[in-house]
């Protein structure tokens, strides 16, 4: 056989990676493809062909091989609900070469390069196995493999061939290729599963993350149709699991979900469901390190050794978590992604790291200032699987990232842990915002998962919470907590901690535990010194740094700050935990799994599951836009056998739901006689209030309620809509003279279908429309009279109540004067244009605006041609926002904040573009604002 230079046979597939340098250095990939070049498959990845001309790069072949690896780093970023395209890095790493890093433009690219690996390695093997080119079949030891279900119709001498045959390698086996899927996790797969005769039949698959409560497998087949129940299956198909478990090639290993059968989908999952009941059975505990540290670094950089903070234990941990919060305070890093910051404080913990230790890191993710990094000591880095990381930012209009949280969560042998770093709003009076930032993290944290459902912080076994929490204490005297501090009272000043304060009533983090404080306030010192703040505020010392947990087999060894670190005005936290970590007994396991199948198959021949419900139809009055209303109604199951239930697509739907209503949980598994309570939410968004202001969509669905191998219960909702300002067009608005919820609905719907050519219904005495929306006018009138001056104006989010109060004021009346907060009133204005269902600058001039952005006179031509309303509403705001300029000094504000903030919601993409806007796009949008800003007064 021929071989390379690299000594790889010509039956061994080659990734081959070419790219052409960019003025920075890198390489960046252009092309895809596949090539057949005598008899050796190589994947290609192709510079654009004019740079190959002209600078042509050497090529460079990674085999793929066992040692080949594959892992895709998705950036992440949460500052403006804005369509962000974000790059996708994928890292290559081949036995006999280098690590390569290339960068591919989105999930598309990300997608075909994966299928081209996955094709080369087939294609590689279908040709090693020809008698010319056979190779010696590696047989993989029963011990690790998992059987794979067959998809239904195999034949029974063909299952029973597979049955003796394929074996596939449990997602926590260490080997093998390594395919990241679209949600940032790794599933390995092991190239040496071939086809092998075994004369025993395989053992049970060792568990994944045990399913949860609720757990089930989605099938692609499932429609809304007429009430019927399915024939139990025959004896041929319910012999065993091992029997239904079989058919999946190892390279389709991971789609099965997608490929199997409802009933063989629904049967794996009762079969987890089921596994995990019993799990006390065939798990034993083994207790590991944790090492849980924080600290607001205040945007410095770092200026000396870690070790104090990281290495003040004698024996290493078993795994780091780390969380940072103010790692940048520039404008850059508020709005975008980039921070130099980033990577100095990453080298500072590498090196600070314990040194009787190795460590590999399994996952960073930063969110403006906000950064987590996890390492777990290289000897357990195997057994970690299931990686996926999430952010969420409760700034201004629950979306900048200023304020918010990040999370990293993984599988450690058999127990699932969620690490969450947060920084929530500060000010001593503002412990309800900090509430409601803590209730919004656990709300719209949600990780994704292959196969599972959306997991949520809580559904996990062990949730540690971390970060500069900013909860002080309500004593004023700054002076007395400092005497206090001094005599070492620590225990009486706890007693004023708003956290402890909102634990004890039960308004945020009420199922958490915290270990007893012993050490001094960590927040305010001046910077570089151990002195308590002496500027001109004096801020009062507070324990604002906490680590907190949930969860059982947790035991909290040290809960400490360290004083020896004064890069900051906060001192860092540290907390060391020993957890116990679930360790699945394989023979043990093994007995449970093969008693879980027979009464399996025995109750699935004699019995069909049944369900009851308490209620089936539902009306919810006066649904107002941003308001949730939750209804409740108990599932019962009466059957005899467990059952698994669905909320299914009603034929030709893609969701099973309309996307104002939602039900939760959406799936599950009941026990017989078992009860669980399912909620509906209606919340109508941003993205649905426009179709139920125009009457182009209701409140009226029907959910369908699959039962597997069971019938389908029908629910109806049903209800009334209050219209809202909010979602409604500019043109319609100009004119309403009256709050639109005194339009009757027939002459609201007629406005809307001809925003330009109709009379408004008021009296027939006047016609002219206003200049710009009445709403508009009294939102920003408040502001410029009464919150110019307004410190951290447009930084600081409203709360949720006074923002409710807002839209019905505005929906409802023509105020005098706009309740609630300066905060709040700045925050509906930003809500109000992020509804606008088409933007103040239209769609149709969006590529307009990209390429005038660097001339002046041609932005002023582009806004001369918006419609009269749009136009009026442009001009009006940039006034606005030109005044409050000149108060910059008093409410925090400038040009590159508002322009940033405000070309996101004025300027919007397209929305068959608004997936490929660019960062180069986002930026040209800020130019024209910025223009504006910066310019003289509009005529």
């Known amino acids: 056989m021929m071989e390379s230079s690299l000594g790889i046979s010509d039956s061994q597939c080659l990734a081959t990676v070419r790219g052409h340098e960019l003025r920075n250095g890198q390489k960046e990939p252009r092309l895809l493809s596949l090539l057949e070049c005598s008899g050796q498959f190589k994947l290609d990845i192709l510079a654009n062909p004019e740079a190959i001309v002209l600078s042509p790069v050497p090529q460079l072949s990674i085999p793929i091989n066992n040692h080949f690896q594959i892992v895709r780093e998705a950036e992440e970023a949460l500052l403006i609900d804005i369509s962000i395209n974000t790059t996708v890095r994928v890292r290559l790493q081949g036995e006999q070469t280098p690590e390569l890093l290339l960068e591919l433009q989105d999930d598309v690219h990300t997608q075909s390069f994966l299928q081209h690996v996955t094709k080369a390695k087939q294609q590689a093997e279908k040709k090693s196995s020809q008698p010319r080119k056979m190779e010696p079949v590696v047989p993989v030891p029963v011990k690790d493999c998992i059987p794979v279900p067959p998809q239904r119709g195999t034949s ?21 290729l390594s395919m990241t899927t679209d949600f940032g996790f790794e599933e390995k797969k092991n190239q040496q599963n071939r086809i092998v005769a075994q004369r025993e039949p395989p053992p049970p698959p060792l568990p994944p993350l045990p399913p949860r409560k609720g757990t089930y497998t989605p099938s692609n087949n499932l429609t809304a149709g007429p009430t019927t129940k399915e024939r139990p299956p025959s004896a041929q198909n319910s012999k065993s699991v091992r029997n239904e478990l079989q058919s999946v090639t190892p390279s389709n290993y991971t789609m099965r979900q997608a490929m199997m059968s409802s009933h063989t989908g629904s049967r794996e999952g009762l079969l987890k469901y089921r596994l995990n009941k019993k799990e006390k059975e065939y798990v ?22 870690l070790k104090p903070w990281l290495c003040c234990d004698p024996d290493p941990p078993d795994v780091y978590a780390l969380g940072f919060q103010e790692l940048d305070l520039s404008t850059e890093a508020f709005f975008y992604m980039d921070s130099s910051k980033e990577q100095l404080w990453v080298d500072a913990v590498e090196r600070s790291l314990h040194h009787k230790a190795r460590y590999k890191q399994i996952r960073i993710i930063r969110l403006v200032g906000m950064m987590l990094v996890v390492y777990v000591n290289e000897e357990h880095q195997h057994h970690i699987r299931e990686v996926a990381s999430e952010s969420v930012g409760t700034g201004l209009m629950n979306k900048m990232g200023n304020k918010g949280g990040v999370a990293v969560r993984f599988v450690f042998h058999n127990t699932s842990f969620c690490f969450v770093n947060s920084h929530l709003a500060a000010h001593v009076d503002d412990y309800e915002r900090r509430n409601q930032d803590y209730k919004d993290i656990c709300a719209r944290m949600s990780f994704h998962l292959l196969e599972y459902p959306p997991l949520s912080i809580v559904k996990h076994d062990v949730v540690i919470w971390l970060g500069d929490l900013n909860y002080r204490l309500c004593f004023p005297d700054a002076g007395e907590v400092k005497k206090l501090i001094a005599s070492k009272e620590l225990r009486k000043l706890q007693e004023y901690d708003q956290l402890n304060i909102q634990r004890n009533t039960k308004r945020a983090f009420t199922d958490f535990m915290e270990g007893e404080i012993n050490f001094w306030p960590t927040y305010k010192y001046d910077a570089k010194s151990d002195r308590w703040d002496s500027s001109g505020k004096c801020r009062v010392p507070a324990w604002c740094d906490r680590i907190l947990w949930r969860g059982s087999s947790v035991k909290q060894l040290h809960y400490r700050s360290h004083m020896e670190l004064k890069t900051s005005d906060h001192k860092p936290v540290s907390s060391l935990f020993s957890i116990g970590v679930k360790m699945v007994i394989e023979q043990r396991y093994k007995k449970v799994f093969e008693e879980i199948v027979r ?13 009851s419900l308490t209620q089936r139809e539902f009306t919810f009055e006066n649904v107002k836009f ?29 969701q099973y739901c309309k996307p104002w209503l939602r039900a939760e949980p959406s799936e599950g598994v009941l026990d017989p006689n078992e009860a669980m309570e399912i909620f509906l939410e209606v919340y109508v968004s941003k993205d649905s209030v426009m179709l139920l202001n125009s009457g182009v969509d209701k409140i009226e669905d029907i959910l369908v309620l699959h039962l597997d191998r069971g019938k389908d219960y029908f629910i109806t909702i049903a209800g009334n809509y209050l219209p809202s300002c909010f979602g409604t067009s500019l043109e319609t608005l100009c004119r309403m003279k009256k709050p639109i919820r005194e339009i009757p609905i027939t002459k609201l719907i007629d406005l809307e279908k001809c925003r330009i050519n109709f009379l408004l219904y008021n009296d027939g005495t006047e016609d002219k429309p206003l200049r710009i929306p009445k709403e508009v006018w009294l939102l920003v009138n408040h ?17 949720q109540d006074d923002l409710q109060n807002i839209i019905d004021c505005l929906d409802t009346s023509i105020p005098e004067s706009i309740p609630g907060s300066n905060h709040s009133v700045a925050e509906a204005l930003l809500i109000f244009l992020e509804a606008l ?6 769609y149709e001039l969006y590529q307009r605006c990209l390429e005038c952005s660097h001339d002046s006179r041609l932005c002023k031509q582009l806004i ?30 400038n040009a590159n904040l508002l322009a940033s903030l405000f070309a996101s919601l004025l300027i919007r993409p397209p929305p068959n573009l608004a997936g490929k806007q660019t960062q180069h796009d986002r930026q040209k949008t800020n130019d024209f604002i910025l223009g504006f800003l910066m310019g003289g007064d509009e005529d």
């Open 156 to 176: 029974k001498s063909t299952s029973n061939k597979i049955n003796n045959s394929t074996l596939v390698k449990p997602p926590n086996t260490d080997s093998g």
């Open 284 to 305: 034993d505990i083994k207790n590991f390190r944790f090492f849980i540290g924080t600290w607001n670094v205040n945007g410095q950089s770092p200026d000396s050794s």
């Open 599 to 611: 009464d399996m198959d025995r109750l699935e021949n004699d019995f069909l599951p049944s369900l």
């Open 626 to 654: 941003r308001q949730l209303q939750r209804r409740s109604f108990l599932i019962t199951n009466d059957g005899q056998v467990a059952c698994t239930f669905a909320f299914i697509p009603k034929l030709n739907d893609s």
């Open 783 to 799: 502001l410029y009279t009464k919150a110019c001056q307004q410190e951290d104006l447009f930084q600081t989010p409203g709360l």
């Open 837 to 842: 269902p088409e933007p103040v600058l239209c």
């Open 864 to 893: 001369s041609q918006l419609p009269r309303a749009h136009r009026n509403v442009f001009r009006y705001l940039m006034a606005f926002l030109r005044e409050l300029l000149k108060h910059s000094i008093d409410n925090n504000l």
